[in-house]
């Protein structure tokens, strides 16, 4: 080859560099170059740190326990006395939730003492309330009542207008939120003629001032209050429902389970209250929320919920 | 010098067999000691192998792939704490083979959501995730409903499950252990010749679907959500107990 430059088993610039010796097919070699110094020490540096960390933090294993370090943090204890142990993300944790719960607890004493409607007359409080009532309105009712909590039609109740099912007072939403609720209604579409639960269906849409056949409506009328119907057994005779048990007032405008609203003309809003009767209802089931929230957080939600709108 | 680094480059087979010896000694470290040392497993009560509702449920999540999107292990952060509830347990999944800790949350975490929706809800959003979460990517399993659970294996499942230390009971001796060890009433489910009978009975009484006339894969799959993260009453342990274990 006459250019000696282009082999680098011969170019004078490389056979320099110091090679491990190894030669393989005439002139392939293993070249031996040393790291950049830089990089050396900032290895040797991270080598210090590990045994720094080793005896700071919970480290090697040994036998049945492991090197615990020296590092503690301390919190308190459920007899409220201060307790350490060795550095972990459990007692990391349990110590940040500590001091958190103290950085809130001048609004936390104030909201456990005030009566609900004291607090929506404080500003600074009642701005707490919205704020921290947001994010747990999101993170456990939104997926069901909805992120602004208008509901969904045939599922979940809206919590913004001011017709309540159970109740709006903030007793019986603390009631609702804690123990939860599930109401239950037969169906109907068996122990009745289908006939009948038109009748009835014709009947129902008159108490809220749909348009029905008048003559349906009046038959409807007797099985609701008769004994064959027994509506005004949970319904009572005005049709106004029982609080106590959730029987919807039929006699508003607000539906969650007939979907009214949704249909297209005075047929389809009987068709969808017919269904519903001969259906019942058994899938409103709102979860009980005491144990996986705190009361504190149960009495932040009710006072949101109540000022969502509508609270009584 | 008696041994040459040549020896090892021109031979592949004894490179193989250093360089794995060498990349696990990592594993070996981490891994080997949670094996003796005394604390790793939590010594709290209440937790169950799963019923064989909730098992073949548990299968279910596998198959779908929920695994994917959804993690089952709350870390001891704050955040993690103020959203899901309280940080998972070992203990909590150590009836679970494998366990279905998973590294990737497209979705919130389920480790605790048991018991959070109502069946209901489950269902509605299995069929169909946008209509109850209309900003939800998670997709539709609509078949779930529409497919009635095979059931005439579970009782094999729980054999192969026993096999990897799962004490579902296979003699008389076994299930007097379990009664001991959990009551009766569980121990009952766990018996392994009664699987069938105790599925069917599960899904009649939970009525996870809302309908009773058959037994369809989303009965199961809902039963083993409302399970999840239930079985522990951390209201009857200390925090400062569970922060010792580490």
């Not at chain 1, 007692?91 to 001048?106: H, I, R, V």
């Not at chain 2, 360089?19 to 981490?30: F, K, P, R």
């Not at chain 2, 089952?72 to 955040?79: G, T």
């Not at chain 2, 995730?129 to 059931?151: A, G």
Request: hydrophobic share 35%; charged share 25%.
């Amino acid at each position: 080859m006459a250019d000696n430059s282009k082999n680098p088993a011969t170019n004078p610039a490389t056979t320099q560099v110091q090679t491990t010796g190894h030669v393989w097919d005439d002139d392939l070699q293993e070249f031996n170059n040393p790291l950049p110094v830089w990089w050396t020490y900032t290895f040797y540096v991270t080598m210090v740190f590990a045994l720094v960390y080793w005896v700071v933090y919970p480290s090697w294993p040994i036998g049945k326990g492991f090197l615990t370090g020296v590092n503690t943090i301390t919190y308190k204890n459920a007899e409220g006395q201060d307790e350490s142990w060795h550095w972990n993300t459990r007692a990391k944790l349990l110590k940040e939730m500590q001091d958190a719960t103290l950085a809130q607890k001048p609004y936390f004493d104030k909201l456990t003492a005030l009566p609900y409607d004291k607090i929506a007359k404080d500003p600074e409080l009642s701005s707490f309330v919205v704020s921290a009532g947001k994010t747990l309105f999101s993170d456990n009712c939104a997926p069901c009542h909805q992120s602004g909590g208008q509901g969904k039609i045939g599922f979940f109740p809206n919590l913004t207008d001011d017709d309540w099912i159970y109740g709006g007072s903030y007793d019986k939403i603390n009631e609702t939120i804690s123990n939860g609720r599930h109401g239950y209604m037969p169906p109907f579409g068996e122990a009745l003629e289908a006939d009948q639960i038109d009748d009835l269906a014709n009947y129902v849409a008159t108490l809220s001032g749909l348009k029905a056949d008048a003559a349906k409506a009046a038959k409807g009328k007797e099985l609701f209050h008769g004994q064959t119907g027994a509506c005004y057994y949970c319904h009572n005779n005005d049709g106004k429902g029982r609080k106590d048990i959730g029987s919807a007032n039929l006699t508003d405008k607000v539906w969650l389970w007939a979907d009214v609203p949704g249909a297209a003309d005075d047929a389809g809003k009987v068709a969808a209250i017919r269904k519903t009767i001969s259906t019942g209802v058994n899938k409103g089931v709102m979860p009980a929320w005491n144990g996986r929230l705190s009361e504190k957080q149960i009495k932040l939600l009710t006072e949101y919920v109540h000022e969502l709108g509508g609270g009584k | 010098m008696s041994f040459k680094h040549e020896i090892v480059e021109t031979n592949a087979g004894v490179l193989l067999v250093l360089t794995m010896m060498a990349i696990s000694v990592g594993g070996l470290v981490e891994i080997a000691p949670l094996f003796f040392i005394k604390d790793t497993t939590e010594k709290v009560d209440g937790v169950r192998p799963y019923t064989p509702l909730e098992s073949r449920g548990r299968d279910l999540y596998v198959r779908e792939g929920c695994y994917l999107c959804h993690s089952q292990m709350i870390r001891p952060f704050r955040d993690e704490q103020l959203r899901y509830g309280h940080y998972s347990l070992a203990a909590e999944s150590k009836y679970d083979h494998p366990f279905q800790w998973g590294s990737k949350r497209t979705g919130p975490d389920l480790a605790r959501v048991g018991g959070k929706y109502s069946n209901e809800w489950h269902v509605q959003h299995l069929l169909s995730p946008r209509s109850v979460v209309p900003e939800s990517v998670m997709p539709n399993y609509p078949w779930l409903l529409e497919t009635k659970l095979d059931i005439s294996d579970v009782g094999d499942r729980m054999r192969a499950l026993r096999v990897v230390g799962v004490p579902y009971s296979a003699n008389q001796e076994e299930y007097d252990r379990n009664v001991k060890q959990f009551g009766e009433k569980v121990a009952k489910t766990l018996v392994i010749a009664d699987a069938q009978k105790n599925l069917v009975a599960q899904a009649q009484e939970g009525n996870y679907d809302g309908d009773r006339s058959s037994v369809s894969e989303m009965d199961a799959l809902v039963a083993y959500l409302q399970v999840l993260g239930t079985m522990v009453d951390f209201s009857k342990i200390k925090p400062e107990e569970l922060v010792k274990f580490r």
